[in-house]
């Protein structure tokens, strides 16, 4: 009989699957009843041509609320600290600007210095402050930990932990004594460009989309991250060999996001690394663990003492974004220990979140890849015989805008079997590969002004010219008018030049690239 927890966590998939929910009864009838079957291969027909997606219309702003505008107008520990010489710390120095985002451990915004200034060892001026709302069980100390831990790698590729996170006194801050010794808030580094999921939403308002280039170097900065949270290193490209390395840090445990999605993706403005595109970083590791993949060494993984703790993972994670290591209905039947994808957690299971953030990237869609209709494709991927199902639109034929070599290597990241996706080594190699060949074919870079946020609006409520003043580079402070599409009077010709850098289809001679 399935306990309580089972029968919650098998219908919430079974939802999340497209199946129906299991009563009591057919729950005590059909859990782990028989061994699991594989069903018959459904492969969809050659994938069309969609149009590119609409601009969406634009939302009306959301009002902050009171606890929101309560957490901006509060004082940070840390900030008021005048032992902290990297934020040159004091009463009063540091003020809260904007709420960045909210989630369902809490709150994070933008702390600004505003103090006097400071001596050449103050290193920041802005900060991101994570707070944890609600009672003490959704304390930051896992996130504080494997934030603090990835920090030390000092990779460009994770968002950085500034400092330690410190417990709280919960009579000095009016707590819960539950809060005891908790950690309540983190300090984290500030990237001003926002993240992933802001980032498509401001391409679908420009109407077009990414270059190629833009692309691969977003899943480089990915496949970097996740390598680091592997090896606790990036990997190594040698001269004179033309292959990655692996460099493992001594005593380093792997590490297992479970939220990968292009809301935790934060992007720095670093241009002397990254000149043409943001650096991207992993972030918000609240739900992340270290990867007890070894625990299904040998015959550990008949063990039900250890399929108990693989089990606390399996609801880890994001409506849209689960794992088939956890949606798999493979964990229903009798068999489950020797599934190929249950609970196999491990390094596979950050790729999938890779593939999850590229597939939006390359469809310039809101939606995650749809968990119901796994399919095998009927032609290759990157010239090879698919090795199994995967999830999503099949996106070759999806757009006229990316190549196979793109496209194709997308698709594998999204594999149903673990084993299936593929390695670090591979992933480098070949994103390397890719952004060489697609520079070849379009040399031309997005306009940096399109990686940026979009300014407030003027004081008369109307929005700014898109358009940039050639004598300064500076944007436009102008009236944008909609017959010029949202440009003023003066700036309206660079509307059509800025049509003109809209990437075209281009025809791809490389036969790998365009392999059936």
């Not at 590791?285 to 993972?313: R, S, T």
Request: net charge negative; with cysteine; charged share 25%.
């Amino acid at each position: 009989m399935a306990s309580l927890s089972n029968q919650r966590v098998a219908n919430e998939f079974r939802e999340y699957r497209g199946q129906p929910k299991w009563s009591d009864q057919e729950l005590e009838a059909h859990w782990r009843a028989r061994d699991y079957q594989q069903p018959a291969p459904y492969q969809p027909a050659e994938p069309g041509l969609n149009p590119w997606p609409a601009p969406p219309p634009p939302k009306a702003a959301v009002a902050l609320t009171q606890q929101q505008k309560d957490f901006l107008a509060s004082t940070i520990p840390d900030l008021e600290d005048a032992g902290n010489t990297a934020f040159a710390g004091g009463p009063g120095y540091w003020t809260g600007k904007k709420l960045l985002g909210t989630g369902g451990f809490g709150m994070v915004a933008l702390w600004q210095y505003e103090g006097p200034a400071g001596d050449q060892s103050q290193k920041y001026h802005q900060v991101a402050v994570k707070e944890a709302t609600g009672d003490a069980a959704g304390h930051l100390e896992n996130d504080d930990m494997i934030h603090w831990e990835l920090t030390k790698t000092k990779s460009q590729h994770v968002n950085h932990c500034l400092i330690l996170g410190r417990t709280v006194d919960p009579q000095a801050e009016n707590l819960h004594p539950d809060w005891e010794g908790k950690v309540k808030r983190l300090i984290l580094e500030y990237c001003p460009l926002g993240d992933v999921r802001q980032l498509i939403k401001r391409f679908q308002n420009l109407g077009r989309p990414f270059k190629e280039t833009t692309l691969w170097k977003i899943f480089e900065c990915l496949v970097d991250g996740i390598s680091v949270m592997e090896t606790g290193n990036e990997l190594s490209y040698p001269s004179p060999t033309n292959e990655f390395l692996r460099r493992g840090r001594q005593n380093w445990d792997p590490i297992i996001h479970f939220d990968m999605k292009p809301g935790n993706i934060f992007m720095s403005d670093d241009r002397f690394s990254h000149f043409t595109t943001p650096v991207c970083k992993i972030g918000d590791f609240g739900l992340a663990e270290f990867d007890w993949h070894f625990l299904l060494d040998g015959d550990a993984q008949y063990n039900d003492q250890v399929w108990l703790q693989i089990l606390l993972f399996r609801d880890n994670g994001s409506p849209g974004y689960f794992v088939p290591e956890q949606f798999t209905e493979e964990w229903e039947f009798r068999d489950y220990k020797n599934s190929n994808i249950a609970g196999k957690y491990s390094y596979a299971t950050n790729v999938w979140g890779i593939g999850c953030i590229m597939y939006q990237l390359v469809l310039l869609t809101d939606n995650s890849p749809d968990p119901k209709v796994p399919f095998t494709p009927s032609w290759n991927l990157n010239g090879n015989i698919p090795k199994g199902r995967t999830f999503g639109l099949p996106l070759h034929g999806q757009s006229r805008y990316y190549s196979r070599q793109l496209t194709d290597l997308v698709q594998e990241c999204l594999y149903e079997v673990p084993q299936h996706r593929p390695g670090l080594e591979d992933l480098k190699t070949r994103v390397r590969s890719g952004f060489l060949d697609a520079l070849h074919v379009d040399p031309v870079p997005d306009l940096w002004k399109d990686f940026e946020p979009q300014p407030p609006g003027r004081a008369d409520g109307r929005p700014y010219c898109r358009g940039v003043v050639k004598k300064t580079g500076k944007s436009c402070e102008n009236a944008g008018l909609d017959e010029h599409g949202g440009y003023c009077g003066l700036h309206k010709k660079q509307r059509s030049q800025q049509a003109q850098q809209t990437p075209q289809p281009q025809v791809r001679r490389n036969p790998v690239r365009n392999a059936r």
